[in-house]
């Protein structure tokens, strides 16, 4: 099992940015997909990126080009780097891990202001 810890939400104006990060618990080196996933209010949670062990990434539409995720092994932690925010962006943003079951951590709230 892991844990998870988000970190780096926060309130940016439109076009601003911010770097979320994820820090596990454990060595993710044998995770072989991890990612971050939003929620907005009112609205389902939804993918955002995912990162895979051998290096693949995969974006929302919605975020290509704006953001982009990266794993760090040696120091357990997963990053969402976010670029051009957009007031859609906002809501909150949840690390997940796959290992057996899902994992995800309690969120970090990202609000932009228009």
């Known amino acids: 099992q892991v844990q998870l810890v988000e970190s780096g939400g926060g309130l940016v104006q439109a076009g601003g940015s911010l770097r979320l990060s994820c820090a596990a618990s454990?060595?993710?080196?044998?995770?072989?997909?991890m990612g971050w996933y939003r929620q907005a209010p009112g609205k389902q949670r939804e993918p955002v990126a995912i990162t895979t062990r051998g290096g693949i990434t995969n974006y929302a539409d919605s975020v290509k080009g704006r953001f982009t995720i990266s794993r760090q092994n040696a120091n357990n932690t997963v990053y969402l780097q976010m670029n051009s925010l957009k007031p859609e962006d906002t809501g909150v943003y949840y690390c997940?891990?796959?290992?057996?079951?899902?994992?995800w951590g309690q969120g970090t709230q990202v609000t932009v202001s228009s």
């Open positions: 454990r060595s993710i080196f044998s995770i072989n997909v």
């Open positions: 997940q891990a796959g290992l057996g079951r899902d994992y």
